[in-house]
């Protein structure tokens, strides 16, 4: 054994004295140790833990030197799991330090050193095992501590310290303030009575984290700058200890990142880069506390370049985190935070150059960081959450269902296992709605839609936020105002959109950094123009143009969302254009004919012959369309060709140059707008299922196209927009809800092509399979039942009239009942007056006058059972079972719209039946 430990005992040929054995052991095991901090050479530390636990072998029980052997060792294998995280020493730390406890009497001067000893393992142990009842015997063990020592003692401070510590930890798994308030209290007598500057600097760097932690759930300005200072005051002293001052540097780096989050200055970020570079030089060649300071590094540089758009720092923060996740072992905790910000750096790089290789790293990197953090740990929902962002990222880019299906299963995970006051409930509430709902706009499965609306009903029903952290409440207004939004989208309830309002208000009324109001500022352009939208009053399109300008006067020319920004205040104009052209009416009693997908789809123009006619043309009108035009394409230039994104941008810039090109009947616009609706094209991949209304928006701009007259008699711009309907038909599902209007858009084409009656049989087969689409919109289904009879009547089939006729009769009462109110049943039938007669008519033509007698009947039935109705239809059933009854209103709404995506396309001209 000698010869293992150290050097030949001087007692040659007799035996050794276990007290001298031990005494010499300890002493190389504690130089060893001091070797060890100095270096960072990890083999003095695992020589340091073998001495000790021979030494402890030869000591008896009963002897006084157990105490500080068992107290000792425990440090030792502590700072070795530190190092290494290997959860073995971890444990035995534990074991040793409630060893040492158990054998110091209660009176021993030791006392209060051992029992501060223990509570550092078990707060070691509650990180990394996630057992708070760890952290709540550590907070007990430190409050004994102090019980058991006078203020003159020289560890007064550094007592009173590991209390403030314990109760900041115990905080964030808490949140009551109360205990972070009297960890900082703690900490500031801590630093008034410490006089070693080595320790006083760890004290400043415990103080200065009590103010971050009440900063980020308060959001005072005043506690960030107090961190910034105390992290400064620990910056300056000596610290022999390399990981002492490692984590001095890092503090203050993380507390200037937090002012550069709140006040948006970048001179805040530029000290925060550097002081993580004076960090890993500090660190050596010290892998764990490499580690750290390049996960933080890489946060700071993935920071600044959403700020200035430098990708150098987007490759070095990758760089950064590739290096930490080398330098640790595979059981390492440090591996999450580091897998972590490389998922975020990979993401942001791939959002801005499209590389798919980025997107394929980054989802790597989330699923590590997921199968290595703890399910009981909080952090583990965040991890879930952050997986779940980039696989909607491979969705969109892929179309690949899979990636979506587990990005709400993850989601899901994480709304149900958090705590209904955790700050980022609300936003991963809004999330997982919005994926349920665009899954059900792909797959039209109903159960999506119900799951989405009763996370919508939960979060936009949501009003108390005192437990929301200040900094995160105008996050949580935001939410709550999407949640609104898409819950007025599903359900049609106009209160929803005036609370939106209300919300989106909130949030921009209590942002508190640059970015967030940017962002805020943005939300609440999006809300006012989709009440617009929905109501046409002029007041919020013109608060929505004044929103969305100053957010893009906010955002610099590099800044990453600067083609987002430039696109909203593009179409923000264009809708104020349109409302001054185009006096507001809502179409079928409040139901748009427009898709609903975000700045893809406005409503479709006509193939209809001649120019268009111009309505209330204005200067102010042009105005708004020229700025709109030029910044559309302004944000498509400044996005690469492979940016995520780019499709929905050049489709934005059809858009806008159609409605210019319809006002001014310019042929250089039309072409431009064709040309812009086949790039978007070209940039979604093949099967991707966006990819239909992409196609659809295209045989749009031709169609519109060929109606100004210069290419009357040339059909060549109808041939190619009958060819990608097919397209678009054969990448659908039958089933889906989209494939109704496809189809009507289809005849509509073929309608206005056909000269000689070649495309009669296909118009006709077209309609019917349209009306005949039963996950469709009512309305949908109903003007192509109403298009396959006049079509039929036209063409000299009178059986194929009298049928569609029918099939259009029978599916007004869906569009006349609904539980809607009896105004817009009213405008309903008003628009839809003579549907009766004229399928009546098809039918005696052709000597059924059984159906013509059903239809007239059905028609009867519907205007005396349901038009002059005095109650709501769904009153009765609302008072007895009022839940039955909002059930029943919202999928009235829902079959109503459906959410097209995709327009219908007017049809031509035609005469009277």
Request: proline share 4%; charged share 25%; with cysteine.
């Amino acid at each position: 054994m000698n010869d293992r430990l150290g050097k030949p005992s001087p007692f040659r040929g007799r035996p050794e004295p276990r007290a001298f054995r031990r005494a010499r052991w300890v002493a190389r095991a504690l130089a060893a140790h001091e070797r060890y901090t100095e270096t960072g050479d990890v083999r003095r530390l695992h020589e340091a833990v073998r001495l000790l636990w021979a030494a402890r072998l030869v000591t008896p029980r009963g002897h006084t030197d157990r105490t500080a052997l068992f107290n000792n060792l425990s440090v030792m294998l502590l700072a070795r799991f530190a190092h290494l995280g290997h959860r073995r020493d971890l444990w035995r730390a534990v074991r040793c330090a409630e060893t040492a406890v158990r054998i110091t009497p209660a009176a021993d001067k030791d006392r209060a050193a051992v029992l501060a000893g223990l509570a550092a393992v078990l707060e070691a142990r509650a990180e990394r095992d996630g057992l708070f009842d760890d952290q709540l015997r550590a907070v007990v063990l430190s409050r004994e501590a102090l019980a058991a020592t006078s203020p003159d003692d020289p560890q007064w401070a550094g007592y009173l310290s590991d209390l403030g510590t314990a109760l900041q930890r115990c905080f964030l798994r808490t949140g009551r303030l109360d205990h972070l308030d009297e960890a900082i209290r703690l900490g500031g007598d801590a630093v008034a009575a410490e006089q070693d500057d080595a320790r006083q600097a760890v004290l400043w760097a415990n103080q200065s984290n009590a103010l971050r932690l009440r900063y980020e759930h308060l959001g005072d300005l005043a506690d960030i700058d107090g961190a910034i200072d105390a992290a400064e005051y620990a910056a300056v002293l000596e610290t022999p200890d390399i990981a002492t001052r490692v984590a001095l540097l890092t503090n203050s780096a993380a507390a200037y990142r937090l002012r550069f989050d709140r006040l948006g200055d970048l001179r805040d970020l530029g000290p925060a880069v550097d002081l993580y570079g004076a960090a890993l030089r500090a660190a050596g060649t010290n892998p764990a506390l490499r580690t750290a300071v390049l996960t933080g590094l890489a946060g700071a540089l993935t920071d600044r370049f959403e700020t200035n758009g430098d990708l150098d720092d987007l490759d070095n923060a990758a760089g950064a985190c590739r290096r930490a996740l080398a330098g640790v072992g595979p059981d390492d905790p440090l591996r999450v935070p580091a897998a972590t910000a490389l998922a975020s750096a990979l993401r942001a790089r791939y959002r801005t150059t499209g590389a798919g290789t980025d997107l394929t790293a980054a989802l790597e990197a989330g699923r590590t960081a997921l199968s290595e953090s703890r399910p009981d740990q909080p952090e583990h929902s965040v991890h879930r959450a952050n997986l779940a962002n980039i696989l909607y990222d491979h969705f969109e880019h892929a179309g690949d269902f899979a990636a979506l299906d587990e990005a709400i299963a993850l989601l899901s995970c994480a709304v149900d296992t958090l705590p209904e006051d955790h700050p980022g409930l609300f936003r991963h509430q809004n999330n997982l709605a919005s994926l349920l709902q665009t899954r059900f706009e792909h797959k039209g499965q109903v159960t999506d839609l119900h799951d989405a609306l009763f996370v919508l009903d939960s979060l936009a029903d949501a009003s108390d936020t005192a437990k929301i952290p200040r900094r995160d409440r105008p996050r949580q207004a935001a939410a709550r105002a999407d949640a609104l939004v898409t819950r007025h989208l599903l359900k049609g309830d106009l209160a929803d959109l005036d609370h939106a309002v209300d919300s989106a208000r909130a949030a921009v009324a209590t942002a508190l950094s640059p970015s967030d109001v940017a962002s805020c500022r943005g939300g609440l352009a999006a809300v006012l123009q989709t009440r617009h939208d929905r109501r046409g009053e002029r007041g919020d399109i013109d608060e929505a143009v004044e929103h969305a300008r100053a957010v893009l006067t906010m955002t610099a020319e590099s800044h990453v969302a600067r083609a987002e920004r430039l696109s909203q205040l593009g179409l923000a104009l264009l809708a104020r254009s349109e409302h001054v052209r185009q006096p507001y009416e809502d179409p079928l009693g409040g139901h748009p004919e427009s898709g609903t997908a975000a700045n893809v789809f406005q409503t479709a123009r006509g193939c209809q012959e001649g120019p268009v006619r111009e309505q209330g043309r204005s200067a102010d009108a042009e105005a708004d369309l020229d700025e709109a035009i030029e910044l559309v394409r302004a944000a498509v230039r400044g996005t690469d060709s492979h940016r995520p994104g780019r499709a929905g941008l050049l489709s934005n810039l059809s858009i806008v140059l159609l409605a210019r090109g319809d006002l001014t009947v310019g042929q250089a616009d039309l072409d431009a707008a064709v040309s812009a609706a086949q790039q978007a094209v070209d940039a979604i991949p093949l099967r991707h299922p966006d990819r239909p209304k992409y196609l659809s928006n295209l045989a749009n701009a031709l169609c519109s196209r060929h109606g100004q007259g210069r290419r009357k008699g040339h059909t060549a711009d109808l041939d190619t927009a009958v060819g990608l309907l097919r397209e678009a038909l054969a990448e659908r599902d039958p089933a889906h809800p989209e494939q109704a209007t496809l189809l009507s858009n289809l005849a509509a084409v073929l309608r206005h092509r056909d000269r000689d009656g070649v495309d009669r049989t296909e118009i006709v087969e077209a309609l019917r399979g349209a009306a005949g689409t039963r996950n469709a919109a009512g309305w949908v289904r109903l003007r192509a039942a109403d298009a396959w009879a006049d079509q039929a009547w036209w063409t000299g089939e009178p059986e194929e009239a009298a049928s569609g006729g029918l099939a259009a009769v029978r599916l007004l009462p869906e569009l006349a009942w609904h539980g809607v109110d009896r105004i817009t049943r009213e405008r309903h039938l008003r628009a839809w007056s003579g549907l009766s007669s004229r399928a009546a008519a098809a039918a005696l033509a052709v000597g059924r006058p059984e159906t013509a007698v059903e239809v007239l009947e059905l028609g009867r039935a519907v205007l005396w059972t349901q038009f002059l109705q005095q109650t709501e239809p769904l009153d009765e059933l609302a008072e007895a079972y009022p839940e039955m009854a909002a059930a029943l209103r919202v999928v009235r709404h829902q079959l109503d719209s459906s959410h097209n995506r995709v327009p219908l396309l007017t049809e031509p001209p035609s005469g009277p039946v």
